[in-house]
């Protein structure tokens, strides 16, 4: 239906393929609020633009519907995705942990390939356009916008993305327009992002890098894990162990339960073969405590961790007793943190919460709600983990909306 006109609302990375694919059988114009598409693109994978990642699994998606993850990769996945850059002229290499980025390993060429192609395909880019009302009438959609009438559209992608990281241009106006027009909105919480850990003497080790295996512990279950570099902070603690267990921790704050977070220091060592290297290192029994633990920990790490875990540190090795060697054993592997208020969108990656997906027809990303609406990205309620799922949510889910316009 060459007639056919279609709006893209957002030129994040789910508008921009969605008006990509959408242009092949449809008019389309993409509204975007801010002076150019991609802002949060550029940001993403520390400017290199973490495309998306090797180990795509509903495992590593969250939500109250993660299963919705499953029809969606099973049409637009990993191959899919790589198969689309490819052919724009955008390969893309692996790094660590499955991370997949572009060769030119530059954001910026991302948004200017979308740019290039957006043109090629005649896209009608609308910048500093701010969509503020969608009106159904008769199957078609109306949309205003501050100083004009409203103009009306066949079909309408809203991709507004979710409220995380505003200094790229997020904002609550996706959840806003799409809960105008009767869905349920789920409410948006900020993911992968740094923690506060009200404890003054942990901020003394500010600065200090040290690879942990941490968990979040409720009732003594763990409900998130990881094993990366964990950074102090003057605040509490950052790096991608603490963003990678960020959104449990959050999530039971926000519901009223304090969880505690255990710090392993050493996560390639067992109990009995820890104990061994300890005993070594208080063979001298003049040593201070403190001053044998700086064998294996970097300065300042004895002294907080050993007094936060109610054990002397100036105690020679000398008096230790086997209790006190247990409690020093105890804080090395098992050193218990509680965390504080979450900190804001303002230095989240991406936020929980959202849309219901359970008003979304996975098949086409159409509103079961409105016809002729389609939603897509991070304004639903999947959130996924940091390492390039969010994006690849958002390619997935934008791709199959625009390949619904017919």
Known sequence: MENKKTAVIGGGASGLIAAYF?????RVTLFEKQKKIGRKILVTGNGRCNITNKN????RYHGHNPEFTESIFSQFGLAETEKFFSSVGIPLIEENDGKLFPAS????????VFEYELTRRNVNVQLHRKIDKIIPENNKLRLITAGHDGEIFDSVILACGSRAFPAAGASTSGYELASALGHKIYEPFPVILPLNIPVKALHTLQ???WDCG???L???RCTASSMDELLFTAYGISGPAALKISRSVNEHILSGRIPDIS???FPSLDEPDLKNLLNNLFIDKNRKLSFALLGILKEKMPEVILSLSGIDHEKRCGALSEKDREKIL???KNFRITPGKPRGFEEAVAAAGGVAVDEINPATMESKLIKNLFITGELLDIDGDSGGFNLQFAWSTGAIAGMAQR
């Not at 959408?22 to 449809?26: F, H, I, P, S, V």
Request: glycine share 4%; hydrophobic share 40%; charged share 25%.
């Open 263 to 265: 710090l392993d220091f």
């Open 214 to 216: 941490v968990k979040v």
């Open 22 to 26: 959408a242009a092949e059988n449809t």
């Open 207 to 209: 600065g200090i890098k």
């Open 218 to 220: 409720y009732n003594e």
């Open 330 to 332: 105890s804080s090395m």
């Open 105 to 112: 390993l530059q954001a910026s060429i991302v948004t200017k």
């Open 56 to 59: 795509i699994d509903k495992s």
